[in-house]
């Protein structure tokens, strides 16, 4: 199992910058990929971005140029860098781990992020 701590979330000017962590715990070594969703009010929670334990990321197109996703070098913490904030940005953050080979997936509690115009 591995067991997931967000931090780093909360109220921003519209263009500012923010940082979230999501430090991981218990068997790490198996962990195959992390990554960032959202999910705001009334919305479904869907992909922000996400890194392989090899390295390789991929965002979603609305946060492209401006998120950026990179882990610590213990490789049991990431970080979501998030620069130009939107209003639209507004949600609650939460972290995902996956596991291989199985591909269970385990969640963060998860971080609000609210960014004011």
């Known amino acids: 199992q591995v067991h997931l701590v967000e931090s780093g979330g909360g109220l921003v000017q519209a263009g500012g910058s923010l940082r979230l962590s999501c430090a991981a715990s218990?068997?790490?070594?198996?962990?195959?990929?992390m990554g960032w969703f959202r999910q705001a009010p009334g919305k479904q929670r869907g992909v922000v971005a996400r890194i392989t334990s090899g390295g390789s990321t991929n965002y979603a197109d609305s946060v492209k140029g401006r998120f950026t996703i990179s882990r610590g070098n213990a490789k049991n913490t990431v970080y979501l860098q998030m620069n130009s904030r939107k209003p639209e940005d507004t949600a609650g953050y939460y972290c995902?781990?996956?596991?291989?080979?199985?591909?269970?997936?385990?969640w963060g509690q998860g971080t609000q992020v609210t960014v004011s115009s």
């Open positions: 218990g068997s790490t070594f198996s962990i195959n990929a």
């Open positions: 995902k781990a996956v596991l291989g080979p199985t591909y269970r997936g385990y």
